[in-house]
């Protein structure tokens, strides 16, 4: 049921969770602001991390309506938290020393912002659900997919642009901007088991898996 949901999610573009690994290139000035960013937002990107796999692991044939509700609401609103966090993150860490930095910065503190208040609006249409229904639950849950992984695929631009060049190769340098491993808790009050996987997002745009498992009902 909520399967179509997880890959919509998982597809989506985060801040320098794929990066691992470390550059040579060294240039203190964006060293600097790469570690001030990156200690400040690894608590984001670890809540994102598990808010999905709270979410991977409501996928299971045998989960309940009700149980899949709160999980998602629960996981939508950890994830609009920690994206509203990470734009003040990048507005505390200042302008990138280099150029455009004043911009790039500008810009991605309010793409994250924006998609702080898209998770928040999804978190109120799954609320809005009616998972007495069965059949009405999955097909609001395939919508809710679908908007997903329209956020998922635009408005990151200025992310990209955040996470390419000198400043990139900085971060790949910070554990706190390395990809993150999901832990067992869910967010609280989901509900949800340990995570089966991890969910972590790509960082690319394209929502990988938007549409690669159906969400049809199971009983």
């Known amino acids: 049921m909520n399967k179509k949901l997880a890959a919509a999610l998982s597809g989506g573009a985060v801040l320098m969770l794929t990066l691992s690994g470390c550059s040579d290139d060294s240039n203190k000035k964006v060293d600097d602001w790469a570690k001030t960013f990156c200690n400040t937002a690894q608590p ?8 999905n796999a ?22 939508f609103q950890q994830i609009s938290d920690a994206y509203k966090a990470l734009g003040a993150a990048v507005d505390k860490a200042g302008a990138p020393p280099v150029k455009d930095g004043a911009t790039t910065q500008q810009e991605a503190v309010k793409e994250l912002n924006a998609s702080s208040v898209s998770y928040a609006n999804l978190k109120k249409k799954v609320d809005a659900l009616n998972a007495g229904d069965q059949a009405a639950f999955a097909k609001g849950l395939e919508d809710i997919a679908t908007e997903l992984g329209k956020i998922s695929s635009t408005g990151d631009a200025s ?13 790949q340098k910070q554990p706190g901007c390395q990809k993150q491993t999901p832990s067992a808790p869910a967010p609280s009050g989901s509900g949800a088991g340990a995570p089966a996987t991890s969910a972590s997002p790509s960082g690319s745009a394209s929502p990988s898996g938007a549409a690669s498992s159906s969400a049809s009902p199971k009983s």
């Open 44 to 51: 984001q990107f670890k809540k994102i991390t598990d808010a």
């Open 54 to 75: 709270a979410i991977q692991a409501q996928t299971r044939d045998d989960s309940k309506p009700a149980d899949v509700q709160k999980t998602d609401s629960a996981a």
């Open 159 to 171: 992310l990209k642009k955040l996470e390419s060049g000198d400043i990139g190769k900085a971060m």
